[in-house]
């Protein structure tokens, strides 16, 4: 089992940089892809950016492409989700989530969430 904890979201102006932060506890983090997902109101669950477990493939949704990227330190049981430029459409709770098994891009592919980190840019 995998518990994760996301941090580091906050109010930003439009143009500025966050880094997130998630968390995990469990000896099997190491073995999963893990994804970034983003919730705004009124607004489903979507697919924002994703990484292998070895950290040596990435994939990202085009809308952050070129301003969002996603690491991760396994030593450290971390994953991070560097945003930059961001803009005031990037305003959602942001979501760590480990990959079971399947495509990136869906919620169902996930098992193992966190609790979400607000992230608010103003314009």
């Known amino acids: 089992q995998v518990q994760l904890v996301e941090s580091g979201g906050g109010l930003v102006q439009a143009g500025d940089s966050l880094r997130l932060s998630c968390a995990a506890s469990?000896?099997?983090?190491?073995?999963?892809?893990m994804g970034w997902f983003r919730q705004a109101p009124g607004k489903e669950r979507e697919f924002v950016a994703a990484?292998?477990?070895?950290?040596?493939?990435?994939y990202s949704v085009d809308s952050v492409k070129g301003r969002f990227t996603t690491s991760r330190d396994n030593a450290k049981n971390t994953v991070y989700l560097h945003m930059n430029s961001l803009k005031p459409e990037d305003t959602a709770v942001y979501y760590c989530?480990?990959?079971?098994?399947?495509?990136?891009?869906?919620?169902?592919?996930?098992?193992?969430w966190g609790q979400g980190t607000q992230v608010t840019v103003s314009s």
């Open positions: 989530a480990a990959h079971v098994s399947g495509s990136y891009y869906y919620v169902k592919n996930y098992d193992y």
């Open positions: 990484i292998a477990w070895s950290g040596g493939s990435t």
């Open positions: 469990g000896r099997t983090f190491s073995s999963h892809a």
